[in-house]
């Protein structure tokens, strides 16, 4: 064959590729058997093979991923993603229907409402109609180039059916089968399946090796035209129905809703309907029709005015709760925990949920042999709701909290203001083995290679009893454990080695002060600067500390005035580990003239050049203070990627949100 048949072949073997393609990955309505396409997708890429200057960007040959990239780069969307403010029940959706209709005036207008599917939101960019660019939201101003893994996903056509140059936006996920099957095959080699479907999307589009994500099976459904200006259209639907047109995938289960009401009994619908979907789905998006409408009531900074999502309430299932067990914390309480049939709940398999204490066993009445209703906190902690009484049998059994521990023995006792049980004895075993887990993590010591698995087994072979002793510990003793071996060991010693120049906080962490944690831990370390100052504070001295209570102060004293925490400390001397403090004195900090002096910011998604303990004790080296949480008090959010609910409040409240970029920018100043 010449090279004018072949370009005529290869021309001809696109326009069938791309049309069996779309019938079986977006209509869903393949009309040739698999053997067929594979028999022509063959014949193409061997003609690509003889004839490589015929291979274009938009060939079917190009979906299978290609070299593994060195990094993803930086995306700036010409028109800003934004996230949308939530709804959570019908008031919600009333008051920003009355909202709409205040600002619309006698207009009549109406709602467009398209399922939220649970994935990782993306920007596909058109040139004459050719995809030249795929990206991730990132901060809604600035993504990531992953256009290699966006065209291995098959219902994204790489050539649209009309020339548009436009930019259009999408929700990427793995439907439930794919997400059953890629666990399952996780679990055969080992590996931690992933969550839910949306966390295995995101994860897999951002991978580096783009044959991973073609490996993975995603889906995607489009949204909305980012800027529809040249197509005419005049409304959301419309421009739905022309993103049909033109070859994309969107949710036929949208509806044009006339009223509030239809919308609510819309929203009503799927709420039940939901399970019996082959993806995941987390709520409604509810947006006004008219285009004009839309600019006329125009954006906040962060969120549209035009459009509202209605999140589901966690979702709840019944199971039977077959038993309850007990464990004994690092500081003595006794926490009980039910033991469930598995079942699936909110994108995962549920065997266990705690049930904190007691009186809340009491209180919910909950009996073991009972069905209960359990959800996710917040769609990650599994709580046991509620008990269905009138399916008990008779058979069910009332459950007593022991009165000795039940890993030592000693007498359990309750607090005066606790209604936690605690054991009080310091040689309790589960105290010492919990204690110890806590000083080798990551916001103490940070022993890395020193988990909860290898402190059990040490702990067994009686060659740890307490803290000291990890910096006892040789090659010979560690190679005749379990699964470690020579390199492992090396390792492990190594990561000991490292963690004796911790700076003074890190330390005082991992001890396990009652009440002291990591940030408490931080401000006695600047304010004290040694162990040895601390350890001889006195109450008035710690209470003269603005951040510290009554409580903290007598829990430290009392903590230092016992004589086995004395010899602790000086074991740790000898075995040299820091006692001293090496951030930034507290006069630095104080007379900082940063940016970040005297502001509250707070930390959210997943950073790249730092991680997120880096970028917290840079800020307060800075003046700045870190929190966990977003108020009308906060001054900055810092937005990395996979960010959650935290920037969704932040720009609900119109505060500042920064990507790493520039947080990057101002700490290198």
């Not at 993103?243 to 709420?271: H, M, P």
């Not at 040490?458 to 379990?482: A, P």
Request: net charge negative; hydrophobic share 40%; proline share 4%.
């Amino acid at each position: 064959m010449n090279q004018q048949a072949a370009e005529l072949r290869v021309h001809e073997l696109h326009n069938i590729l791309n049309q069996y393609n779309y019938e079986y990955y977006v209509l869903d309505q393949p009309s040739v058997p698999d053997a067929e396409y594979d028999r022509l997708m063959q014949e193409l890429i061997k003609l690509e093979e003889e004839f490589p200057q015929l291979q274009t960007p938009d060939s079917p040959t190009q979906r299978v991923g290609g070299e593994v990239l060195a990094a993803f780069n930086k995306v700036r969307h010409d028109v800003a993603m934004l996230s949308l403010s939530n709804a959570f029940n019908e008031e919600d959706l009333r008051d920003f229907d009355r909202r709409v209709k205040q600002a619309l005036g006698e207009d009549p207008y109406a709602y467009v409402c398209e399922l939220k599917i649970d994935g990782l939101a993306v920007s596909l960019k058109y040139e004459e109609g050719l995809l030249v660019q795929g990206s991730t939201r990132g901060d809604g101003n600035v993504g990531e180039d992953i256009t290699a893994n966006l065209k291995t996903i098959r219902s994204i056509p790489l050539r649209m059916k009309q020339p548009y140059t436009m930019e259009v936006r999408g929700e990427a996920f793995m439907p439930k089968q794919s997400f059953v099957a890629l666990n399952t095959v996780r679990d055969e080699k080992g590996e931690e399946p992933f969550a839910n479907p949306r966390n295995a999307a995101a994860g897999s589009l951002r991978q580096l090796d783009p044959r991973i994500a073609a490996s993975r099976n995603l889906d995607i459904f489009l949204y909305a035209v980012a800027d529809p200006g040249e197509t005419g259209v005049t409304t959301h639907s419309g421009s739905l129905d022309l993103l049909d047109s033109l070859g994309f995938k969107t949710n036929k289960e949208r509806k044009l809703c006339q009223t509030i009401e239809e919308v609510i009994e819309y929203v009503a619908s799927w709420e039940e309907k939901r399970p019996k979907l082959p993806y995941e789905i987390d709520g409604i998006v509810i947006k006004v029709d008219s285009l004009k409408q839309q600019q006329q009531l125009g954006t906040t900074a962060k969120s549209p005015r035009w459009a509202i999502a209605y999140k589901f309430p966690a979702e709840e299932v019944v199971t039977k709760l077959v038993d309850i067990t007990l464990s004994v914390g690092r500081t003595g309480v006794v926490t009980p925990t039910a033991v469930l049939q598995p079942v699936r709940v909110a994108g995962t398999t549920v065997q266990r949920a705690s049930l904190h204490n007691e009186d809340l066993i009491r209180e919910k009445d909950i009996k073991i042999g009972d069905h209960v209703v359990i959800k996710k906190a917040g769609d990650i902690i599994p709580e046991v709701v509620s008990v269905i009484a009138d399916r008990r049998t008779g058979e069910e059994k009332d459950f007593h909290m022991p009165t000795q521990c039940p890993e030592c023995g000693s007498e359990l006792v309750r607090l005066e203001g606790e209604v936690a049980l605690r054991c009080i004895n310091p040689q309790c075993p589960a105290q010492i083995r919990e204690g110890m887990i806590h000083f080798v993590s990551r916001n103490a010591m940070n022993i890395d290679g020193l988990g909860e698995k290898v402190i059990a087994q040490l702990y067994r072979e009686n060659l740890i009893q307490d803290v000291s002793d990890i910096y006892k510990l040789t090659k010979d003793q560690l190679v005749n454990l379990e699964r470690m071996g020579e390199k492992s060991a090396d390792n492990l010693l190594q990561a000991i080695e490292a963690s004796k120049e911790n700076s003074l906080e890190k330390l005082l962490f991992g001890l396990g002060i009652r009440h002291v944690g990591a940030k408490a831990a931080k401000t006695l370390a600047q304010h004290f600067e040694t162990m040895d100052a601390l350890a001889q504070a006195d109450m008035e001295q710690l209470l003269a500390i603005h951040e510290i209570g009554d409580k903290m102060a007598d829990a430290v004293v009392t903590y230092f005035n016992q004589p086995e925490v004395s010899e602790l400390i000086e074991r740790l001397k000898a075995a040299g580990v820091n006692m001293v403090y090496k951030g930034p004195k507290l006069s630095a900090v104080e007379q900082s003239d940063s940016f970040f002096a005297h502001k509250t910011i707070v930390l959210t998604g997943k950073l790249e050049q730092l991680t997120r303990n880096e970028a917290k004790e840079q800020i307060e080296a800075l003046g700045g203070k870190v929190s966990g949480s977003v108020s009308k008090k906060t001054d900055l959010v810092i937005a990395g990627e996979e960010a959650g609910t935290k920037l969704d409040k932040a720009m609900e409240l119109g505060i500042d949100v920064w990507d790493e970029k520039r947080l990057l920018e101002e700490l290198n100043k």
